[in-house]
């Protein structure tokens, strides 16, 4: 089996792809123009360079892709052909991002960096503003895939309560966690709204004018899926009005946020380059499902995380 790799040959990563499928042939993905002899059964990466990304999926004739990263929206069309199997690294960056979405929560709570001190203040002991608790608050949650159940299982450890909305009726992977099949269900009431569903065209601005009027004025909003997930103009009102307190956001849209946006400078708007995902292992946790399916590729067996272009994910 021979592979093209988006990843330097004398990487860590590589060595241990290596040592469990010594059989496998690794062919570094250099960019440009491919070489006139390529041929490959698979390709690993995707990111950068999707022309030359393509350019070479089709010149070696590669018949899976396994993408390093989870989301599939950003990913070229062409990579997606008639016969050509898509996996992705689902799950991966459930770990940081879920981290992420809980320091967001607790900054807010805690009022992070508000009441950090750069002169003595009125008085010592008493808080302003005043401090807030996560536990006993609810969460609601926008998806229940691997981020959303990571950050379900760390909102629990806090004592919050979790209520969670899911396209299917699958129960939820984390117990303790009550699944609703509505906007009009998971909304109201909650302290925190996370967002982590993938953008499709069903979840379009979903969180728009008629879903901010479900909320509890005061709400936190974080979204760490996509910025299309939410209408932008009916944020700007929601915060405005105060319906949401806070909008901690890691992704927007577009992005990059070009410069002079109203949401680099509202009062009211957290906002991050889209960088909840980052952690030193990454990549580590992509190669071990990459090596995974390597092994269920050759024995013939499913492969594991097969995205459906049809439903964006």
């Not at 993408?67 to 069309?77: N, P």
């Not at 992509?286 to 024995?299: F, K, S, T, W, Y």
């Amino acid at each position: 089996m021979r592979i093209i790799a988006q990843l330097g040959m004398n990487s860590a990563e590589v060595t241990r792809i290596r040592a469990a499928h010594p059989d496998v042939e690794l062919i570094e993905f250099a960019g440009g123009e491919p070489p006139a002899d390529l041929s490959a059964d698979a390709f690993f990466g995707g990111y950068l360079d999707w022309d030359g990304i393509v350019a070479w999926l089709d010149a070696a004739g590669v018949r899976w892709v396994q993408l390093s990263g989870t989301g599939v929206d950003k990913v070229a069309a062409a990579v997606f052909a008639s016969d050509r199997i898509v996996t992705c690294a689902r799950g991966a960056s459930a770990v940081p991002i879920s981290e992420w979405v809980m320091a967001a929560i607790l900054a807010w709570a805690k009022r992070f960096p508000e009441t950090f001190l750069s002169e003595p203040p009125k008085y010592w002991n008493f808080p302003k503003p005043a401090l807030d608790r996560v536990e006993g608050s609810t969460v609601a949650l926008v998806g229940l895939g691997g981020i959303g159940a990571a950050v379900a299982a760390r909102a629990l450890a806090f004592g919050m309560h979790v209520r969670a909305l899911r396209r299917t009726d699958a129960p939820s992977p984390v117990p303790g966690v009550e699944i609703v099949r509505s906007l009009g269900d998971l909304l109201p009431d909650a302290a925190h709204v996370v967002l982590a569903a993938p953008a499709t065209a069903r979840t379009r601005h979903l969180i728009d004018t008629a879903a901010f009027a479900k909320m509890t004025p005061g709400v936190h909003i974080v979204n760490i899926a996509r910025g299309t997930l939410i209408d932008q103009d009916a944020l700007r009102l929601a915060l405005d009005d105060g319906t949401v307190a806070m909008a901690t956001l890691d992704t927007v849209d577009p992005e990059p946020l070009p410069a002079g946006h109203w949401l680099y400078s509202h009062p009211k708007v957290r906002l991050a380059a889209h960088i909840s995902w980052y952690t030193p292992q990454l990549q580590a946790t992509a190669v071990d499902i990459l090596i995974e399916n390597i092994g269920r590729h050759q024995r013939g067996e499913p492969l594991l995380h097969v995205v459906d272009q049809a439903e964006g994910y």
